[in-house]
């Protein structure tokens, strides 16, 4: 609990603004809580921000037994982002966070939230993720297979959002988080589909 108290406050250290001059908020808890002994990480806490429904970035608090406290973040959104940190700019990425695309050969999206759950799970495991990597750690040129979690991170959407029903994967190596899915079903009636797009939480080559 002291740890957790610990990141969530580091955490809330950084204020993330959407198209330079709006804030979005974090969620009060993570979405994601793990560790890995073998490499020394003590504990580590995966927390969102989200604009009006949509989520716009992820950011790991990770705690080293020996080598104190780093941070990741990654944006998941197409607009421009940065973060301040004690009013300071630290983080403001050149680039889209991730790209979506249409999902091959879907279904419809269901009408209930029960059902469009369903339907996520299902289409998650369509999916399959492999890093590369490479000394000093790793041998070169090795392949990593990631394990999807079955549950997913957090559910998203709304009348405000792009998506309207959204849910956000996570593949991992061993118990760390390595690449992002991101499943959401948007557009009208008739038009809706489901959309995906990956991001990573890692600096290794992800396929």
């Not at 995966?46 to 604009?51: A, I, Q």
């Not at 080598?67 to 982002?81: A, C, D, H, N």
């Not at 959407?157 to 760390?176: E, R, S």
């Amino acid at each position: 609990e002291e740890r957790l108290a610990f990141l969530t406050e580091r955490a809330e250290d950084y204020q993330l603004f959407l198209d330079r001059d709006r804030s979005v908020r974090m969620t009060p808890q993570p979405v994601f809580r793990w560790s890995h002994p073998v490499a020394k990480l003590e504990d580590a806490a995966v927390f969102l921000w989200m604009d009006e429904g949509q989520p716009v970035a992820l950011g790991t608090m990770i705690l080293h037994s020996e080598l104190g406290l780093f941070t990741e973040l990654q944006s998941v959104t197409s607009k421009s982002l940065k973060a301040l940190k004690h009013r300071d700019t630290v983080w403001e990425p050149a680039q889209k966070g991730c790209q979506f695309s249409p999902v091959p050969n879907a279904p419809k999206p269901a009408d209930t939230a029960t059902e469009r759950l369903t339907q996520m799970k299902t289409l998650s495991r369509r999916f399959g993720a492999e890093l590369t990597k490479a000394p000093p750690f790793y041998s070169e040129g090795s392949t990593w297979q990631l394990r999807l979690l079955p549950k997913q991170l957090a559910r998203y959407g709304g009348p405000k959002a792009t998506a309207f029903d959204g849910a956000i994967f996570v593949f991992c190596h061993d118990t760390d988080p390595e690449l992002i899915l991101l499943l959401e079903a948007s557009g009208e009636a008739n038009e809706a589909a489901w959309f995906f797009a990956f991001a990573p939480l890692t600096g290794w080559e992800a396929k």
